[in-house]
């Protein structure tokens, strides 16, 4: 009987407890970031491409009506610049990618996923490349879709896939997901940052399906190592 009275005591207790909701999930920027010894930090891959050898034929912008001032730059394995950040929020429709979400939204992708549906902006970290055009063009230096990037914002670095191509003349976009990893605003119409990004892209990679976020890192984690290391 013991057994019974403490059961029902208990019982009496919880209903006169209050009630309170359940904790909401962690944020992407809630998430504890654990390091190995040989991982690649931002200081790590920045001091690697503090010097520019210009690989494009020209410059491009940041924006549209902006002044032309930034170069695509190179190494033996890997082309790099350093711009904005635009939120893309192309492909499939989702609570935050959106025709009432982003006035310029497209169903569509440069690239597709392994099924054929057009990227997840939202859900998948991906940059976008420039339109081939005289100025350059990323095919001609091992770059597609899938190829491996690494971008850089503040101390944070975060990798991704090539899954988009935009304006020919205009540099410095991301999607969303990439946008909110790197704790960077990524609301479409709002979001971004006017500086500070670098965007490296290595050369002759590629992720395969390249949806599979899991092994852009693993990948990425990889020729960033090796990048640093210079080869």
């Not at 019974?4 to 504890?32: I, M, R």
């Not at 939120?87 to 989702?94: K, R």
């Not at 976009?173 to 909110?180: C, F």
């Not at 490296?200 to 640093?228: C, H, L, S, W, Y």
Request: glycine share 10%; proline share 9%; hydrophobic share 35%.
């Amino acid at each position: 009987m013991r057994f019974q009275s403490l059961t029902l005591a208990a019982a009496g207790a919880a209903l006169l407890a209050p009630t309170l909701p359940p904790p909401a999930p962690p944020t992407v920027q809630d998430w504890p970031e654990v390091r190995r010894e040989d991982d690649v930090g931002a200081a790590d891959l920045l001091s690697r491409v503090r010097d520019c050898t210009p690989v494009s034929q020209g410059r491009y912008r940041s924006d549209g009506g902006l002044p032309a001032t930034i170069p695509v730059c190179g190494t033996g394995d890997a082309v790099f610049w350093k711009a904005d950040m635009d939120i893309d929020c192309d492909g499939q429709p989702t609570d935050h990618c959106n025709r009432d979400t982003d006035p310029y939204f497209s169903e569509t992708t440069a690239f597709q996923q392994s099924d054929g549906r057009h990227l997840s902006a939202e859900h998948l970290p991906y940059i976008v490349v420039p339109t081939p055009s005289d100025i350059w063009d990323y095919a001609a230096h091992g770059i597609r879709g899938g190829t491996l990037a690494a971008v850089v914002y503040q101390d944070r670095v975060r990798y991704a896939v090539v899954g988009d191509v935009g304006p020919q003349d205009i540099i410095g976009e991301a999607s969303y997901a990439t946008a909110e990893a790197l704790g960077i605003p990524p609301d479409p119409r709002t979001g971004g940052t006017a500086s500070g990004v670098t965007y490296i892209v290595f050369k002759d990679t590629r992720v395969t399906p390249i949806e599979d976020t899991a092994a852009a890192v693993t990948a990425g984690e990889e020729a960033a190592r090796k990048f640093v290391k210079g080869g």
